[in-house]
């Protein structure tokens, strides 16, 4: 459940006191106020990456971080993400919560080796917990080409000691963010950047402290004919979708957010499909060993006898992110393609 907690109202930059004055806030300065209000509450937090302090980052989540909290606080490091990702497991174990930030996740790879074999063994190994979040932005749909529009998640999903992270909207990035940094497991921090400022996705916050605990799913959309097991920027293409199919065919579609990739909600997933039949699983990431496969092998182990048709999939292609418009259009998961998928399996 989400853990609400009053707080005292804190002076900081002029873009984070929207929830203090009851404005609607982006998903981009959602995660802003969790981590200026996590920095606030615990001097142990602090945050390194390339270009966050004096530059406030390449998408602005950390502008003015540096004024009000200092350079020992907010650290702007070489283009070396091995080198500080391994910085701030060293600082971990010395009691410290360093927040990590990949300007984009698609250059976590120099760090894949100290993520993998070092902090996500630390606890595991007897080297003690290692309270570390690597955050950064992913996805595609703007144009970044291959190299700045890819989704991430399932090169860690195999890691055992990880945690890995994927919200939707700004409540939930708020809370998850600020549970990710309180909690003693390195935790990899996924934002869509499709999301950050996407007008529809504004919302009041509340103004207390709160928390959204990892690993539990929530049920976006109620339904009774089909569920959508998805997350992140699917989550409002199976919305959308599930509008039309409404309207259109009088289907009823139910849609899980799993929020957290891992662990995984398996209670949330088995207990939609046992109650619908039947189950399509969106995800923005490409087709090959994407997360869809591993929530197919789950439902069949566990609610196998629930199932009225086949368990289907709607990916990304396997292939690099194109740069072009209507080439990365096209590879890409879209609202008309979970429609068709949905209508299939309806029809069982």
């Known amino acids: ?7 005292e109202p804190v002076a900081g930059p002029e873009h984070l006191l929207k929830t203090q004055r009851g404005e609607p806030v982006t998903m981009l300065e959602a995660i802003s106020e969790a981590l200026f209000e996590e920095m606030v509450r615990d001097e142990s937090v602090f945050l390194l990456g390339e270009d966050i302090g004096v530059y406030g980052g390449a998408f602005k989540v950390t502008r003015g971080f540096l004024e009000h909290f200092g350079e020992r606080r907010v650290i702007d490091t070489p283009i070396a993400e091995g080198g500080f990702t391994g910085a701030a497991a060293g600082a971990a ?5 360093p927040v990590v930030e990949i300007q984009f996740m698609d250059f976590i790879s120099p760090a894949y080796d100290v993520i993998t074999n070092y902090i996500a063994t630390s606890l595991y ?8 979040v690597i955050r950064g932005p992913v996805g595609g749909g703007n144009r970044g080409g291959p190299f ?3 989704n991430v998640e399932m090169a860690f999903f195999h890691t055992p000691g990880l945690k890995i992270v994927y919200p939707s909207n700004a409540y939930d990035a708020k809370g998850l ?15 869509h950047k499709g999301l950050y400022r996407a007008p529809a996705l504004r919302e009041v916050l509340p103004d207390d402290d ?3 605990p990892l690993g539990v799913a929530k049920t976006v959309r109620d339904g009774s004919d089909l569920t959508i097991v998805t997350y992140g920027a699917m989550v409002h293409k199976s919305l959308s979708a599930a509008e039309t199919l409404d309207v259109e065919d009088g289907l009823s579609v139910e849609i899980v957010d799993l929020r957290t990739l891992l662990p995984m909600d398996d209670d949330a997933i088995v207990e939609s499909v046992k109650k619908t039949g039947k189950l399509l699983i969106v995800h923005e990431d490409t087709r ?45 998961p879209q609202a008309d393609d979970v429609i068709t998928a949905a209508r299939y399996l309806a029809a069982y």
């Open 1 to 7: 459940m989400t853990v609400h907690t009053q707080i």
């Open 93 to 97: 174990h010395m009691g410290l919560r």
């Open 125 to 132: 190994r007897g080297a003690g917990p290692m309270p570390l």
């Open 148 to 150: 700045h529009s890819q």
């Open 177 to 191: 963010l600020k549970a990710a940094i309180r909690d003693d497991n390195p935790v990899l921090f996924e934002e």
């Open 210 to 212: 709160y928390t959204v």
């Open 288 to 332: 090959t060993g994407g997360i869809a496969g591993e929530i197919a092998i789950r439902v069949s182990e566990k609610a196998f006898e629930w199932l009225d048709g086949p368990i289907l999939r709607v990916t990304a292609i396997d292939a690099p992110v194109p740069y072009s418009g209507s080439l990365e259009d096209y590879f890409l």
